[in-house]
């Protein structure tokens, strides 16, 4: 079971970050645990010592008891597999996190779109922590193709043809959207009625331009009415 671990004397942070890896969350199958301190005290050392799995820690720089990043220090002295992510509201703090060779995944500020950079953390997290071995396989015109799932980005239909655009190239094939729907994993929405899209490499929706922006930097513009709950939750 993946586990996540909020530390931070703010109660309305600590329900924000929980509502953010609940909606990342719907999208995947796995179970997972949130686990949340609002101090770095013996709660919080009596948890470190009895943990035996790698987790997410996500650590505010500044609480009551003790500085988030002596707390990093002491998790990677007896844990090297975790992830960690630092929220804090000190952005002169950076230097001094990344000069500690803590292996942090990434360094939030509270202040400077903390949402958005919260979402990509979480998901660049599971990336590490799960060893997702999805892959979908097909025959078409005689052409079998065996495509790892995570490397889509998106699948379309161009008029006869359909369009599977993945990292390093783009497929042509004639299988229809509906069998590709079938037999992708339940990460991938339906964003429009021509359009397939891995939710686990969408970095931003935006609704009002109808925009789906990837954590690669492309973007398509396939965002039917019909399907904005399915892309918003």
Known sequence: MLEF?????AVETLKNVKNIINSIMK??????????????????????ANNKKAVVYILDIEMPSDSGINVAKHIRNIDKESIIIILTSHHESADEIYKGRLN?????SKYDECNDNMKLAIK??????????DT???TDMGNKYTI?????LHVTKNGRKT?????????????????MKSILPNYFKQSHRACLVNMRRVSKVSLPKKTIYFDNGDSIDYVGDKYRKELIG
């Open 5 to 9: 671990v909020i530390c931070d004397d």
């Open 27 to 48: 999208d995947y199958s796995y179970k997972y645990n949130i686990v949340t301190f609002g101090d770095y005290d013996s709660k919080f050392d009596s948890y470190l």
């Open 104 to 108: 942090i995944l990434t360094f939030i």
């Open 124 to 133: 660049e997290s599971l990336l590490y922590l799960v060893k997702d071995d």
């Open 136 to 138: 979908i396989s097909f």
């Open 148 to 152: 790892s799932a995570m490397d889509i």
């Open 163 to 179: 369009l599977i655009k993945t990292n390093q190239t783009e497929y042509e094939v004639y299988t229809s959207l509906d069998k």
